[in-house]
């Protein structure tokens, strides 16, 4: 039996989902209320958290503080694009571009101006016949009757996460939908089914880090959790500038959140600080 990639074991725990989709949902938040809204022991979050963020699907920072004292970690889901050269998804992107040109140069291929037998997938200029097109294990990264580099750069990137997550997939000869067939988490979408829009933001994350202007615009499950489709829309120039906008708006929000959490703080320790010792307290006292 061919062992799991690493992706796939991180994403197949629940309780990490249960993390993950906590902070798809309420966005940056600390080890002690992650723990709190998953019904886990700090340290067991911690653990699953570290995991993740290994991964790149989730990221970490201290908290801003003035005051002395070690800052607490708040932790986000991964989102817009990493442009640190040394982070997990950068790194993940362009393990994925290079495997893809990897398995084109072994592929026979047809060039593009020479008619192909049935539907043709596109990978670094150079079209396979394919019947169907594939993205998840198969490496052409799906049928795209565009060679522009950005799209073929976000087909590779979401070929390669399909994979690591153990997922089936096929993309239409028209870039318009990715199909996913016999889900790897299909137990636990039984009885959560809370796990697919997990996946969907994942996938949108992916898109997003790879930097073109495919999106993932819509999830629909046809027949979950042993088929479902996701909508793929090109986006124009004006939108890409107005989700880049948009993006540094709800930045901009997560750090106002950010510094409310930092004066409460802060506050709470310079009142804590300032209390007056309450009497009988001193060392005299104590050593009583």
Same mark, same amino acid.
Do not use: W
């Given at each position: 039996?061919?062992?799991?990639?690493?992706?796939?074991?991180?994403?197949?725990?629940?309780?990490?989902?249960?993390?993950?989709?906590?902070?798809?949902?309420?966005?940056?938040?600390?080890?002690?209320?992650?723990?709190?809204?998953?019904?886990?022991?700090?340290?067991?979050?911690?653990?699953?958290?570290?995991?993740?963020?290994?991964?790149?699907?989730?990221? +970490?920072?201290?908290?801003?503080?003035?005051?002395?004292?070690?800052?607490?970690?708040?932790?986000?889901?991964?989102?817009?694009?990493?442009?640190?050269?040394?982070?997990?998804?950068?790194?993940?992107?362009?393990?994925?571009?290079?495997?893809?040109?990897?398995?084109?140069?072994?592929?026979?291929?047809?060039?593009?101006?020479?008619?192909?037998?049935?539907?043709?997938?596109?990978?670094?200029? +150079?079209?396979?016949?394919?019947?169907?097109?594939?993205?998840?294990?198969?490496?052409?990264?799906?049928?795209?009757?565009?060679?522009?580099?950005?799209?073929?750069?976000?087909?590779?990137?979401?070929?390669?996460?399909?994979?690591?997550?153990?997922?089936?997939?096929?993309?239409?000869?028209?870039?318009?939908?990715?199909?996913?067939?016999? +889900?790897?988490?299909?137990?636990?979408?039984?009885?959560?089914?809370?796990?697919?829009?997990?996946?969907?933001?994942?996938?949108?994350?992916?898109?997003?880090?790879?930097?073109?202007?495919?999106?993932?615009?819509?999830?629909?499950?046809?027949?979950?959790?042993?088929? +479902?489709?996701?909508?793929?829309?090109?986006?124009?120039?004006?939108?890409?500038?107005?989700?880049?906008?948009?993006?540094?708006?709800?930045?901009?929000?997560?750090?106002?959140?950010?510094?409310?959490?930092?004066?409460?703080?802060?506050?709470?320790?310079?009142?804590?600080?300032?209390?007056?010792?309450?009497?009988?307290?001193?060392?005299?006292?104590?050593?009583?």
């Amino acid at each position: 039996m061919a062992a799991q990639p690493p992706s796939y074991k991180t994403l197949a725990s629940l309780s990490r989902i249960n993390l993950l989709h906590q902070l798809q949902q309420r966005g940056t938040m600390s080890v002690g209320d992650l723990a709190e809204a998953a019904g886990l022991h700090h340290n067991t979050a911690r653990e699953h958290l570290d995991r993740l963020i290994s991964e790149g699907f989730v990221t +970490c920072e201290p908290e801003p503080r003035q005051t002395k004292g070690r800052p607490r970690m708040l932790y986000s889901a991964a989102s817009g694009v990493d442009s640190d050269a040394s982070s997990v998804r950068v790194k993940k992107v362009e393990a994925a571009l290079i495997r893809a040109q990897q398995l084109r140069r072994m592929l026979p291929v047809t060039p593009l101006d020479q008619p192909a037998a049935g539907p043709v997938s596109v990978g670094a200029g +150079c079209a396979v016949p394919e019947s169907p097109a594939s993205v998840g294990g198969a490496g052409a990264a799906g049928a795209v009757h565009s060679t522009h580099p950005a799209v073929q750069r976000q087909f590779d990137a979401l070929d390669d996460h399909l994979d690591q997550s153990g997922f089936d997939a096929r993309v239409t000869d028209d870039q318009q939908h990715v199909t996913l067939h016999d +889900c790897p988490y299909s137990e636990m979408v039984k009885d959560h089914p809370e796990v697919c829009g997990v996946h969907f933001r994942l996938i949108q994350g992916v898109l997003e880090q790879a930097e073109g202007p495919l999106r993932a615009h819509q999830l629909h499950l046809i027949e979950a959790p042993r088929l +479902c489709t996701i909508d793929l829309h090109h986006a124009s120039a004006e939108e890409i500038e107005a989700d880049r906008v948009a993006l540094e708006a709800a930045v901009a929000e997560a750090n106002v959140v950010v510094d409310a959490m930092v004066a409460v703080t802060d506050g709470s320790l310079e009142a804590d600080a300032a209390a007056p010792e309450p009497a009988g307290a001193g060392l005299g006292s104590r050593r009583r």
